[in-house]
């Protein structure tokens, strides 16, 4: 079955620590992909989308993510996390006409 | 601006009680989703509306499942006869445009808070 799978349900990190959140899809082909984010009592918002070229995606907050469609993967990352980072992440791929979520990277950033 | 609203923000249903959960979305987006979210696990697509059409329902998991969005603004998700199992926040999500189709999706989803349904 098509889906989308995160690595870690629970990341501890340390501010300044860096970090990445692995996301693998499991279909090829041109695809569309994006993280989303979910602080505490908030809605889930974008962080960063892929749609096409240039692989290596900037979105808010100093997050980023790479395309890597020979490892079918688009890994979440940030230099240097900050305590304001603590939030649920989700990775998302387009499958007819819908988004398909990971289940969830929980990251919990000690000040 | 006015986000996507979501009510009630909490409900407590008895096993086997109907539920109501509303949507307000955005002004203007003609997309609508409702999504599932069990604890510990990410959003599941429901069911899609584009207007008031109802264009995918593969994702409502039983007949007891019901979506409306008459007049291709507000939605309401029906649950009838409430089961334990229907615990998890509902989530609504609209956008301005439609999904393309296949893998391609230009129409950002802004999310609603959810409702969290607990089933006891």
């Known amino acids: 079955a098509q889906s989308v799978s995160q690595h870690n349900h629970h990341v501890i990190l340390s501010e300044a620590a860096s970090l990445e959140l692995g996301c693998n899809y499991s279909y090829g082909g041109t695809v569309n992909l994006f993280w989303y984010v979910q602080y505490p009592g908030q809605h889930l918002q974008l962080l960063l989308k892929y749609f096409s070229g240039d692989p290596l995606v900037k979105g808010i907050k100093g997050f980023e993510a790479e395309f890597i469609k020979s490892k079918f993967s688009f890994n979440l990352r940030k230099p240097s996390v900050q305590w304001s980072d603590t939030a649920e992440y989700f990775c998302?791929?387009?499958?007819?006409?819908?988004?398909?979520f990971g289940q969830g990277t929980e990251l919990s950033v000690k000040p | 601006g006015a986000g996507v609203s979501q009510s009630p923000r909490y409900k407590v249903a008895k096993r086997g009680q109907d539920v109501a959960l509303r949507c307000d979305p955005i002004s203007g987006h003609v997309s609508l989703f409702w999504y599932q979210q069990a604890l510990g696990q990410g959003p599941e697509f429901l069911t899609y509306?584009?207007?008031?059409?109802?264009?995918?329902k593969s994702g409502l998991p039983s007949d007891r499942f019901f979506a409306e969005r008459p007049e291709g603004s507000v939605s309401t998700l029906k649950i009838q006869r409430t089961q334990q199992e229907d615990s998890a926040v509902y989530l609504c999500?609209?956008?301005?445009?439609?999904?393309?189709?296949?893998?391609?999706?230009?129409?950002?989803?802004?999310f609603g808070n959810g409702t969290r349904l607990t089933v006891t």
């Open positions: 999500a609209s956008s301005l445009g439609v999904p393309a189709g296949g893998r391609s999706y230009n129409s950002p989803l802004h």
């Open positions: 998302a791929v387009p499958l007819r006409g819908k988004l398909i």
């Open positions: 509306f584009q207007n008031e059409a109802q264009l995918d």
